[in-house]
């Protein structure tokens, strides 16, 4: 249960110095009040934030996991590559925490440029719906954690959730899907499915994918 991992009391309570120790060593003041501008929602065994981290290398970013065990393999993953590659992989860490519940503890307003949820956990019966990581409710929280112009990155194989996480953005004020240009020119696209562990499984099997790419909105007045 929750009881088992701290839970910051708010944004400003997050330790970054164990999550990025070579940003925030105390010689090195102009880079402790950069902030995570990067979030991977359910990121499992971190193969997203590991090609990020080389492709965005000044971008603080973390994965946040529910499952201990995940985690404590993400971390120990992580050490390892900062051990083999010197001065690389600083910038990636990750967290065990309830992202449902407690994305406004770890990230202030308009904090986040992209938040990324890929190949959530479907929950296919009707009754589990409110289980989904994207829905009404939490579009809200993601859209105050997200800045103007924020990317929220979705991909799944079950057509179905795929529908619905869609529908979830379109209905929502704050968002509007991003221009097939766009995504085309985004080097962040291709990742969703070549850099995470379950999008390398879907294209073994030679499943279909389901994106969903939305901007964060400026507010209309
Ligand atoms: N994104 C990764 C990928 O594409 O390879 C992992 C996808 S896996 C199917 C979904 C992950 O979300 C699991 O590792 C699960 O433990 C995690 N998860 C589910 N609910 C969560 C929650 N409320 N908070 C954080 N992580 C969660």
């Not at 950069?34 to 193969?47: E, L, P, R, S, T």
């Not at 968002?175 to 999008?199: I, M, N, Q």
């Not at 994918?209 to 507010?219: E, G, I, M, S």
Request: glycine letters at 6%.
């Amino acid at each position: 249960s929750d009881s088992h991992f701290p839970v910051p009391v708010s944004p400003s309570h997050v330790d970054y110095s164990t999550h990025y120790p070579q940003h925030f060593s105390t010689s090195d003041q102009a880079g402790s009040c950069k902030k995570i501008q990067f979030a991977d929602i359910g990121c499992g065994f971190g193969g997203l934030l590991i090609s990020l981290s080389t492709l965005f290398p000044e971008t603080l970013m973390i994965g946040m996991e529910l499952r201990d065990k995940v985690t404590e393999y993400v971390k120990e993953r992580i050490l390892a590559l900062r051990v083999a590659n010197p001065g690389q992989y600083q910038n990636i860490s990750v967290v065990r925490t309830n992202s449902m519940k407690y994305i406004p503890n770890f990230f202030e307003k308009a904090q986040l440029s992209k938040m990324f949820f890929l190949f959530p956990d479907p929950h296919f019966k009707e009754k589990n719906h409110r289980r989904r990581v994207i829905s009404p409710f939490l579009l809200d929280e993601y859209a105050y954690a997200l800045q103007v112009g924020g990317i929220i990155y979705t991909i799944t194989d079950v057509e179905e959730l795929g529908d619905w996480m869609k529908a979830c953005l379109d209905n929502h004020p704050m968002f509007e899907a991003l221009p097939s240009e766009e995504l085309e020119a985004d080097p962040v696209t291709k990742l969703l499915s070549s850099a995470t562990e379950e999008g390398q499984k879907v294209d073994r099997n030679g499943g279909q994918t389901f994106l969903a790419v939305y901007r964060r909105l400026a507010p209309s007045l």
